[in-house]
T-cell receptor, first 112, second 111 residues
Framework: QKEVEQNSGPLSVPEGAIASLNCTYS??????FFWYRQYSGKSPELIMF????GDKEDGRFTAQLNKASQYVSLLIRDSQPSDSATYLC????????????FGDGTTLTVKP | DVKVTQSSRYLVKRTGEKVFLECVQD?????MFWYRQDPGLGLRLIYF???????EKGDIPEGYSVSREKKERFSLILESASTNQTSMYLC???FGQGREFFGPGTRLTVL
């Protein structure tokens, strides 16, 4: 079992819909959780991070964390074609140090 | 804004050559990382460094070494390049709380 697993995708949604990206992790001691966006041919870019159970909203993006279920998700509301990218989930055992473990990513396509 | 730069965007080397990939960050970050990214294999950590002259092996360190003589600079060395090291190499840095900032990447081809 991989340490961080994401839906393999690809995920396709129509413009304006909600895109839901899911991630599960195996290390119960994980403390910090990240979502990166990677456009084709570009490097990953951090878009969201969450440390506590519950929801964290930033514009059209909402990260949801459930430590008991070892589950973190990213919701993108009012999806736009510019959201088409691969989304990487990353999990870190610490709050302020060390290395993160990345999932393989889910590729999202938003169709106009 | 955090800036992470890598010495080359594209690099072509021959089998057996010694290859140096350089990464520089301008935000005084403690942690620096080298990854490689291959289709179907995701992002794999080669080495990371949490301080000057300190390093720790990642998931795939074989065939690679690193050097961090100054806080802002982290170098990846391929001692004897092989064709299976053809890949996209990504450098990243982070301050506390694990948020990583990536450089633009170096696409290395080993012939």
């Amino acid at each position: 079992q991989k340490e961080v697993e994401q839906n393999s995708g690809p995920l396709s949604v129509p413009e304006g819909a909600i895109a839901s990206l899911n991630c599960t992790y195996s290390d119960r001691g994980s403390q910090s959780f990240f979502w990166y966006r990677q456009y084709s041919g570009k490097s990953p870019e951090l878009i969201m991070f969450i440390y506590s159970n519950g929801d964290k909203e930033d514009g059209r993006f909402t990260a949801q964390l459930n430590k008991a279920s070892q589950y973190v998700s990213l919701l993108i509301r009012d999806s736009q074609p510019s959201d088409s990218a691969t989304y990487l989930c990353a999990v870190n055992r610490y709050f302020n140090a060390g290395k993160s473990t990345f999932g393989d990513g889910t590729t999202l396509t938003v169709k106009p | 804004d955090v800036k992470v730069t890598q010495s080359s965007r594209y690099l072509v080397k021959r089998t057996g050559e010694k290859v140096f990939l350089e990464c520089v960050q301008d935000m005084d970050h403690e942690n620096m990382f080298w990854y490689r990214q291959d289709p179907g294999l995701g992002l794999r950590l080669i080495y990371f460094s949490y301080d000057v002259k300190m390093k720790e092996k990642g998931d795939i360190p074989e065939g690679y070494s690193v050097s961090r003589e100054k806080k802002e600079r982290f170098s990846l060395i391929l001692e004897s390049a092989s064709t299976n090291q053809t890949s996209m190499y990504l450098c990243a840095s982070s301050f506390g709380q694990g948020r990583e900032f990536f450089g633009p990447g170096t696409r290395l081809t080993v012939l």
